[in-house]
């Protein structure tokens, strides 16, 4: 069974940085096709980044430019780097497939930005 396991998060000022890690236990199909999630309260998870079915990295408008997405074979995860963070950046972080989550949910980083 798959199991995925996201860290990194933490309570940061508005124009810092944090990388979050998601690591990837289990058999899957490949890095290319786990996406980054966000959530915030009484909203549902919106995909934030993923990789093209050309392996390119894909994003939400609101975050093209700050966050990026990586491959990390040798730890068997896919890290998103969010730097200049916003307020508006303050969601729990979740990773799971882009195309359709069907593993299980990890527990998700926290990532809180205080201006």
């Known amino acids: 069974q798959v199991q995925l396991v996201e860290s990194g998060g933490g309570l940061v000022q508005a124009g810092s940085s944090l990388r979050l890690s998601c690591e990837v236990f289990?058999?899957?199909?490949?890095?290319?096709?786990i996406g980054w999630y966000r959530q915030v309260p009484s909203r549902s998870r919106e995909l934030v980044a993923r990789f093209s079915i050309l392996g390119d990295p894909n994003y939400v408008e609101d975050v093209r430019g700050r966050f990026a997405l990586f491959k990390d074979t040798a730890k068997n995860s896919v890290d998103l780097q969010m730097d200049h963070l916003k307020a508006a950046s303050t969601a729990v972080y979740s990773c799971n497939r882009a195309s359709c989550p069907l593993y299980p949910w990890g527990r998700g980083t926290q990532v809180t930005v205080s201006t």
């Open positions: 289990g058999s899957v199909s490949g890095l290319d096709g």
